[in-house]
Each structure stands twice: as structure tokens, then as C-alpha cells.
């Protein structure tokens, strides 16, 4: 109540404080009559500019007061500016660096998808002819299966994304925030590259990586200038130069840094399950995820193609996130396939939410790759503390099929690799069923490749080639340096 506002009422908690360093903004409301005001200043606020979560605080007297209900029809929010469009000659330098580069990178987060620019990228690479690699975020603004896509970036992105990100004399980052899963250490990130970056909030530009030619704007309205001025200049990219490039990016995609053993007929490996995920549902699935290893496998293989198809939790790194987002996704798109790549760690932090899904009638597919470990964390015990394992075996797990049921669902638990298809084929047969499948996967199969925290992209954890059926080669070598210089 706002008189008890400040002397420690029974549950009173500072809201306003506690979510001020984690939110766009918040509101306190004190009087009913600037409740409309308020609420449709932080939709606004929210879903403008880079958008945010927006907390209003609603103290319980102003919930029973009565007022006359006027939505205001004007918004002047004096210390929020709307977005300028691009500086003409910021564009002009843009496409200037675009034209003379010879080992070019056009690199997407998901600032493109929250301007719907994928047009607008997709028209820009291709008239180009650049590679183009996307963030964990940006999955899915460019097209998975064409040939210009290099693959996602980073920490676990393809070794030719991370080389040709290493050896590139210019990068276009286009709504991305060169974060540290991206970058790496900084101080060795893309060493002789000029960078270009497109960013809606001037904040991020130059924030952590030296920025040569900062783009504030709406990514879609700074591409469209950017496409507008290619078309426009008589220059041209240096051909010559561009088909070189691309020859030594197809020598690092000769590496096939995703590629895993995949012959034995007892032991499921979680790759071999996502990609038969995309096999059945035609790639056309909303897939949500949880984070940790099964996140990381998802984002590889499932091969994204279209846009928002894949929600996840990326800066934050939210275990628990993949249920109730699946869950969201289904009640927006309740005709489509909406799966939840999760695992047993991850999926028990809301499993409560069967529940829900229960009592609302939300038939999701949740497709847990259980390992029996905290996946990720068992994988940096193995690589950087001498294998020893402390707290990432999980020995108390439930059944995971009869909890399912429990709940009113249908479990199921796979544990062959032959089983794996039919299975799949058969929970998403159950339209009007939530099904919840079990698959024991390989208790020890780690993410490949894997660039370790403040390493540079030029060196990745590569998959031991004895790990790919050939027990002749040795298995110490796991780093793999290299350059096109």
C-alpha cells in the first residue's frame, strides 16, 4: 500500500530496486489515474529500440481504487529518443570497406531478428557473395542450407566461422554485441579486420570491441541504405580476391568440425537424436531449449532455416527456460510442432509446468537427452580441471516416463539408436498429446568444437580424430591453431 511504502509492511519488497540493474526500465504507480499512462509508456518503452522488460509496480490500494479508464492517445517520453536513421556518410564509408575488402565476414546476431531484417541481410549477402555466420541468437536469419552460411560462430560455432572470423580484414556485425562467447579474448579477437557495426543502441557499439565504423540505427533501415548504396556505385567487390577467400574457407569446411562417430547400435549419441528431430518434422519445428549441452547440439544440427524458429536462452544462460518457452510457443502457434530440446538437469528446474500444460491442453514434444550428468559442466571438468568430476553426476534422478504419466502425459523412454526415428514419428503422430521422450544418450560425448574462455578463434578444441572411428591416431592433440596468412 503506498502509505506503508518504505517502513517494512508485511511482504513489502522494493521492487523498483531490486529489478532496476536487470530491466529497461520501472515504473512505481501512486495514484490509479496514471495507470493507462503508465502501462502504455512501458509497452512502448519495451518493445521499441533494443527492446526490454519493463517492470510497473502496482501497489495493492491502487488495485481497488476506481478511475475513469482513457487510453491516452499521444506518447511524449522526453529522455527517449526514437531511433535516428543511419548517418549518410557513416553508410557511404560502410559501403566503401564492403567494396574494398578481400576477406570480408557478414556477421548476424539477433538484432536482426528483432528488426525483421532477414530480407534485407539475405539480399546484401547475396549480392555480395560474402560468408555469412550467425550468432547463437541470430540462428535462422540466414538460411542454414545455403551455401553462403559458414555456420554459427563462437565458443561452439564451426571452425570455418571462427577461422574465417580470425583471418578477416573486415566484418559487418549487424545487431550483435560481440559478447565474450563471440569474441573470445578480445585483445586477439579479428586482429587485422576493420569492423563495421549496425546497432540499435548506441551503448554496444565499441563497448567491447574497437569499432572503425559505428551504424546506429534499425538494422533493416541501415541495410536497406547500405544495399541502396551498393546498387548505387559503379565499384564492385574484388572478385579475384572473394574467390580465394573462398577457397580457403571451403579447406576449413573440409575439417567437418561437427562430425561425431555415429556406428554403435547401443549407445545414442545426442546429435544423432536432433538431427533426426529435423529429419521428421521437415525442419519446420519450433524448437526451444534448455542450456548446456543438449542447447549446443540443438543449435548445430537441428539446421535452422527460417526465422524465430528457434527460442532459447542466450546471454543469460537460463537452466529451466526451454519448458515454459515451449509452452508460450505452442499457445502462439497451436498448429504447429513445437519441441523442447532439454536435459535432466535443466528440465527438472519447472517440471511442475506439466501441470499446466495439462490443465491448458498444450500437446509440446520434449525431447530430453539424458546423459545422467550436468553435461557442460562435466565437459569443462574433463578439459580444464583434469577430469575431476565434483557435482556433475546426477544420481537421483526420477522416471522420467512415469512422471509423465504421473502428470496425465505420455512418456516414453528410448535407449537404441534404431528406436530413435520411430519413436520421434510417433509422439509427433499424437497431435492432441503432450509426450515427453527419454533418450539415453552417451554418458560422456562432449560438445565439438569448443574454443576454451580468453582463447582466440584460431584455437579450438577439435574432436580427437580417434573419436571418429580410427583408433590408430592418437588422442592428445585436441587443439587445432591456424591461418590464412
Not at 12 to 41: Q, S, Y
Not at 181 to 200: K, L, Q, W, Y
Not at 476 to 484: C, P, V
Request: net charge negative; aromatic share 8%.
Amino acid at each position: 500500500m503506498v502509505p506503508l511504502i518504505g517502513g517494512d509492511a508485511f511482504q513489502e519488497v522494493d521492487a523498483v530496486g531490486v529489478t532496476r540493474p536487470i530491466v529497461k526500465h520501472n515504473f512505481l504507480i501512486k495514484n490509479v489515474e496514471d495507470i493507462a499512462l503508465t502501462m502504455k509508456k512501458a509497452f512502448h518503452l519495451a518493445t521499441t529500440g533494443r527492446p526490454g522488460p519493463v517492470v510497473v509496480d502496482v501497489p495493492k490500494d491502487i488495485t481497488a481504487q476506481i478511475t475513469e479508464y482513457v487510453w491516452p492517445d499521444k506518447l511524449d517520453i522526453r529522455s527517449y529518443p526514437a531511433v535516428p536513421d543511419a548517418d549518410p556518410e557513416q553508410v557511404k564509408k560502410a559501403v566503401d570497406a564492403l567494396l574494398r575488402a578481400r576477406r570480408p565476414v557478414i556477421y548476424s546476431g539477433g538484432g536482426v531478428l528483432l528488426s525483421n531484417a532477414e530480407d534485407e541481410l539475405i539480399k546484401l549477402v547475396r549480392l555480395l557473395g560474402y560468408p555469412c555466420t550467425n550468432t547463437l541468437m541470430g540462428l535462422g536469419a540466414y538460411p542454414h542450407d545455403d551455401p553462403l552460411f559458414i555456420g554459427m560462430l563462437g565458443m561452439h560455432g564451426t571452425y570455418e566461422s571462427n577461422m574465417a572470423m580470425h583471418d578477416a580484414d573486415l566484418i559487418l556485425s549487424v545487431g550483435a554485441r560481440f559478447d565474450d562467447r563471440i569474441t573470445g579474448e578480445t585483445s586477439t579477437f579479428a586482429p587485422n579486420a576493420t569492423i563495421v557495426h549496425i546497432d540499435i543502441d548506441p551503448a554496444q557499439i565499441g563497448k567491447n570491441i574497437t569499432t572503425q565504423i559505428p551504424l546506429v540505427g534499425d538494422a533493416k533501415q541501415v541495410l536497406q541504405a547500405i544495399l541502396a548504396g551498393i546498387r548505387k556505385t559503379k565499384a564492385k567487390p574484388e572478385k579475384t580476391a572473394i574467390k580465394q577467400w573462398w577457397k580457403i574457407i571451403d579447406g576449413w569446411r573440409a575439417k567437418n568440425s561437427y562430425a561425431y562417430d555415429n556406428s554403435s547400435t547401443d549407445i545414442i549419441k545426442p546429435q544423432y537424436v536432433v538431427q533426426k528431430l529435423h529429419q521428421v518434422t521437415g525442419g519446420e519445428a519450433f524448437v526451444t531449449s534448455d542450456v548446456g549441452q543438449h542447447q549446443m547440439f540443438a543449435a548445430q544440427f537441428y539446421g535452422f532455416n527460417k526465422t524465430r524458429r528457434w527460442i532459447n536462452s542466450g546471454g543469460l544462460g537460463t537452466m529451466g527456460f526451454g519448458l515454459p518457452a515451449a509452452m508460450g510457443v505452442k499457445v502462439a502457434h497451436p498448429d504447429a510442432d513445437v519441441a523442447c530440446v532439454t536435459g535432466e538437469g535443466s528440465i527438472v528446474m519447472c517440471i511442475q509446468e506439466l501441470s499446466t500444460c495439462k490443465q491448458h491442453d498444450l500437446p509440446i514434444k520434449i525431447i530430453n537427452l539424458n546423459n545422467r550428468y550436468l553435461g557442460m559442466v562435466r565437459q569443462w571438468q574433463e578439459f580444464f580441471y583434469d577430469s575431476r568430476y565434483s557435482h556433475s553426476y546426477m544420481d537421483s534422478l526420477p522416471d522420467f516416463t512415469k512422471l509423465a504419466e504421473a502428470y496425465g502425459h505420455v512418456g516414453m523412454q528410448i535407449t537404441k539408436p534404431s528406436d530413435v526415428e520411430g519413436a520421434l514419428k510417433e509422439a509427433f503422430a499424437m497431435t492432441d498429446r503432450l509426450v515427453f521422450m527419454d533418450f539415453i544418450t552417451d554418458q560422456k560425448e562432449n560438445v565439438y568444437p569448443m574454443i576454451a574462455a580468453g582463447k582466440p578463434h584460431n584455437e579450438m578444441h577439435l574432436r580427437p580424430e580417434s573419436e571418429l572411428g580410427n583408433p590408430d591416431l592418437e588422442n592428445s592433440d585436441l587443439i587445432s591453431k591456424g591461418s590464412a596468412s
